[in-house]
């Protein structure tokens, strides 16, 4: 209730903002400046649509710019290249995708940098929230944005900047993302597009309806209105066979031997329903050439359920291996005794709702001065029910830890087991453990600023800016859990899997595995075990609740920035030189929790506060060497904070015995990670439509973080009796201090072979190194998420009538995690998609639409290790999408 208290106040205290922004004096009239409506309508007025249309806006954009920029536009009113924001910045040069379980594209890396790097600002406001994170739907704490929430329809322009000026916000030390929902007085009078599409899942089997609506209104380029609406209902289906890490022999008691053994197999069947709808609004009124004020207000929601079903088998301690075959230090087969065989269930319901309300205006004072102030709140929440179940294979005498057979086979770890195949004898699984873990997120911002412009009659400074903004965003995190254990010492009198089992299709092209398998239902589960919240006669199973101390937390940034940027231009020549002030004072909120199997016992509430300044440098130089041929070159610093979850103070220690034990803790004083960055591009427009790009970059990163131990003498209760012990803890948390450079090469290539067909192609090598401190240490050679290589490739074909394309997306094998759940890192291996995507315009209003995604039903492919041994296959699905739109 207090939260709820304190998020009203917030939006109290910005409305009065809003209203300041939105009754600027509209009375005085003064010159707009000409050569900016010049540019400006350069780029919004072109009347050429579909995807060649869309080409050559986005080129227009990218050359005018002094920095370096890449950019989309949107084909046609709410009509986007790709039906994800994230599909259609994989084609950008230095951009590589992130795709979730389902294929679906979730987050971006650029150059070489992950997410949480990458700023992402809608409407100039920042988007808040990362959404889900991970593959069973959890919230990561991380910065990155999540692109799954925002339908691609509602926006109108999508710009990349890689070389930030002084004005532009901190916070992306790869680049920013700057997204733009569709402007009314860009637009001629009354507008309107509707379109209706069926999305069908090959794996699935399922059609399911996609649609959006869209309207603007201009009225004597004086009073604009656009509204715009979007709807899905998608369902998601995707397979995976994994054989997880592979650990050294003494770790599995094999002391004799030290060659990599898998530590068992999983198999997953996910599936996914997930409703969503956005919706956006602008205002926008210019009353007189000198005055124009801007309104924008977005408001989506997600809502999916989410299931992980799963049966495994883990090799854990006590598990022994009995027989081994060896080769060059990698076990190939063999087998292992005391291994649990089970079958399990995640369950993930998700609520999550994001809103954003931005105002700005331009003042024009007269022929020198224009001020520009702003104003804006954001804030995303998410209501997630995580739900475990988990059954074991048992027998007359309890659970029953078998004996599983493996052998390695290509990409794939086959595993035997003589007491089940996971496709029958449910019965014999009975109830292991249930954990229920509700959480709530959010992630909320307010901010205002105020730019100013003064221009100069000169022929060398033709302009300087500078502004302010206060901006106090606060990250809160609470989450319980309940542990559902049995009550009584008969494992027989609890219901089994019997009970709640259902069975699923599983499809791993390639595996060893059963075409159908068992899986534990949750709504039977929940009416059999639980029914109303409740054990079934508090009898059989025993219920553990607790507020999950450790995983509660809030951080709050307030920042302070002042910047000052100059622009000079000498005939051909355009340069700005600028300097950005960042103050930041961050509050850190969290728990210290001695036994984590009780949590709600010995918390201590922490609070830590850290204040720190940085300066920001920036220039920006571009030299049009002939009238088809630009050098620009540029050096900007930039930063990026630390993920939120990785500042909160939260300490957990596991409860030790007089020996010791072990802990883990936040570090609320990490600094920011900055870096020097620097680009050398060319740039010929060889051609009407047509360019050749070359861009060198290098980026000195300092201050990332590495994890770090330490030692502390506590007090604390015995966990197995509860007696309060002394004894050493040894600590894992996190430090600044590691330093990294990232060296690059992007080219860009664009052409129409003809009068209707043409072409687009872009490659990019990247290449990093860093000192992080331990031996061997693969992020030294590669950090994560970084392939060397990547490309894309799209063949078009525009007549007017006709609009199609051909488009081909791949990257190298990259570092998708330093430590799984063992410490052991994971690769993902070379991947590339193929999709394809047309219109037929059957009149000038209507068009019929078809697009197909992941036409050769590629799979991800996961190894353990940098020795390229197997850790797992995800089969991703192929989805067709067809309908029609209409335009008014």
Same mark, same amino acid.
């Given at each position: ?47 050429? *649509? ?64 992950? &997410? ?30 999540? +692109? ?14 890689? $070389? ?28 309107? /597009? ?25 009225? !004597? !380029? ?137 105002? *700005? ?44 057979? #493996? ?27 249930? =954990?229920?873990?509700?959480? =709530? ?5 307010? $901010? ?17 800016? +500078? ?18 254990? @049995? ?19 599983? !499809? ?93 016992? *010995? ?17 920006? #130089? ?15 610093? /930039? ?74 003498? @506590? ?8 007696? =309060?012990?002394?004894? &050493? ?77 051909? /488009? ?27 999709? +394809? ?28 290790? !940098? ?22």
């Amino acid at each position: 209730m207090k939260h709820n208290k304190h998020s009203n106040s917030r939006v109290t205290k910005f409305l009065p903002a809003l209203a300041i922004t939105l009754s600027f004096n509209s009375n005085t009239i003064v010159a707009q400046d000409k050569e900016k409506k010049i540019e400006e309508n350069s780029i919004e007025k072109i009347e050429v *649509k579909g995807f060649r249309g869309s080409l050559n806006r986005s080129l227009a954009q990218k050359r005018w710019a002094v920095g370096v920029i890449d950019a989309i536009s949107a084909e046609d009113l709410g009509k986007f290249p790709d039906l994800n924001i994230s599909e259609s910045l994989q084609r950008v040069p230095g951009v590589t995708l992130n795709r979730n379980s389902n294929g679906e594209g979730q987050a971006i890396n650029l150059r070489g940098l992950g &997410p949480q790097f990458t700023r992402v600002e809608i409407n100039g406001m920042s988007g808040t929230g990362n959404g889900s994170g991970g593959r069973f739907g959890t919230s990561s704490g991380e910065r990155g944005f999540n +692109f799954e929430l925002l339908a691609s329809e509602l926006f109108s322009n999508v710009e990349i900047r890689k $070389s930030p000026t002084a004005s532009d916000v901190e916070g992306g030390m790869a680049g920013i993302v700057s997204l733009e929902t569709p402007k009314p007085l860009t637009y001629d009078g009354l507008k309107a /597009s509707v379109s209706l599409q069926g999305n069908y899942s090959e794996l699935s089997e399922e059609t399911d309806p996609r649609g959006s609506f869209l309207v603007s209104n201009n009225i !004597d !380029d004086t009073f604009g209105i656009a509204f715009s609406l979007a709807l899905a209902d998608t369902n998601f289906r995707s397979d995976t066979a994994e054989g997880g890490s592979w650990r050294p022999g003494s770790s599995f008691g094999r002391g004799d031997s030290e060659a990599l053994i898998p530590n068992g197999t999983r198999y997953y069947n996910f599936l996914e329903e997930r409703n969503s709808v956005g919706s956006t609004l602008t205002i926008q009124y210019r009353p007189s050439d000198n005055l124009e004020l801007t309104f924008d207000g977005i408001y989506a929601t997600l809502d999916s359920e989410r299931l992980a079903n799963r049966n495994d088998m883990p090799v854990e301690n006590p598990g022994t291996v009995v027989t081994l075959e060896e080769r060059d230090g990698v076990a190939t087969s063999g087998s292992f005794r005391g291994v649990q065989q089970r079958v399990g269930t995640n369950f993930i319901d998700t609520e999550e709702n994001f809103l954003q309300l931005t105002s *700005k205006a331009e003042w024009i004072l007269n022929d020198n001065w224009v001020i520009k102030p702003f104003v804006g709140y954001s804030k995303r929440k998410a209501e997630r029910q995580f739900d475990l179940y988990s059954f074991r294979l048992a027998d007359e005498n309890g659970f029953d830890p078998g004996t599983v057979s #493996f052998g390695v086979r290509g990409d794939f770890i086959d595993f035997g087991s003589s007491e089940t195949d996971f496709t029958s004898n449910p019965e014999d699984f009975l109830f292991n453990i249930f =954990i229920l873990r509700p959480s =709530i997120d959010e992630d909320e911002e307010i $901010s205002t600023q105020i730019d100013f412009e003064r221009y100069f009659d000169s022929n060398s400074l033709s302009s300087v800016e +500078f502004g302010f903004r206060y901006a106090d965003r606060k990250k809160v995190r609470l989450q319980t859990q309940e542990r559902l254990q @049995r009550n009584v010492d008969d494992l027989r009198v609890v219901p089994s899997l019997a009970a709640v089992a259902g069975y699923l299709p599983f !499809d791993v092209s390639g595996a060893n595995a059963p075409l159908q398998q068992l899986f534990a239902d949750p709504s039977l589960i929940r009416s059999v075990y639980y029914p109303g919240g409740n054990a079934v006669d508090g009898t059989f199973i025993r219920p553990l609740p607790g507020f999950n101390a450790s995983e509660s937390w809030s951080v709050e940034e307030e920042t302070i920035n002042a910047y000052a940027q100059a622009n000079f231009e000498f005939d051909e020549v355009f340069f700005n030189v600028g300097l950005r002030l960042v103050n930041t004072t961050q509050t850190s909120n969290g728990n210290t929790v001695a036994n984590r199997f009780q949590p709600t016992e *010995k918390i201590t509430p922490v609070s830590v506060s850290n204040t720190y300044t940085r300066y920001l440098p920036s220039f920006n #130089f571009k030299y049009n060497i002939a009238e088809e041929m630009v050098l620009r070159t540029a050096y900007t610093k /930039s930063l990026t904070r630390p993920n939120l979850s990785s500042l909160a103070p939260s300490e957990t220690v596991n409860g030790i015995d007089e020996g010791g034990g072990t802990g883990s803790t936040g570090n609320p004083n990490l600094e920011p990670f900055t870096s020097d960055n620097f680009d050398l591009v060319y740039e010929w427009y060889f051609a009407e439509e047509a360019y050749f790009s070359a861009n060198l970059f290098f980026k000195d990163i300092g201050g990332l973080i590495d994890t770090t131990s330490f030692t502390e003498i @506590r007090s604390f209760p015995r966990q197995a009796d509860g007696v =309060i012990v002394e004894g &050493p803890i040894v600590f894992t948390s996190f430090e600044n201090g590691v330093s990294a450079e990232i060296s690059g090469l992007e080219l860009a290539y664009q052409q129409p072979l003809s009068e209707s067909f043409g072409a687009v192609f872009n490659f990019t090598y990247a290449d990093s190194s860093a000192d992080f401190g331990t031996d061997g240490d693969v992020r030294s050679t590669g950090l994560p998420g970084l392939s060397r290589s990547s490309y894309n490739a799209t063949l078009y074909f525009d007549n007017g009538v006709l609009d199609a394309r051909l /488009s081909y997306a791949w990257r190298e094998r990259y570092l998708a995690d330093f430590t799984d759940d063992f410490g052991v890192p994971r690769f993902t291996d070379d991947f590339g998609q193929l999709d +394809f995507s047309a219109n037929y315009a059957v009149s000038d209003n209507l068009q019929l639409q078809l697009q197909v995604l992941n036409i050769t039903e590629e799979q991800i492919v996961n190894q353990s290790t !940098d020795r390229f041994l197997p850790y797992g296959v995800n089969n991703l699905d192929r989805r067709v999408m067809f309908g029609a739109r209409y335009v008014f």
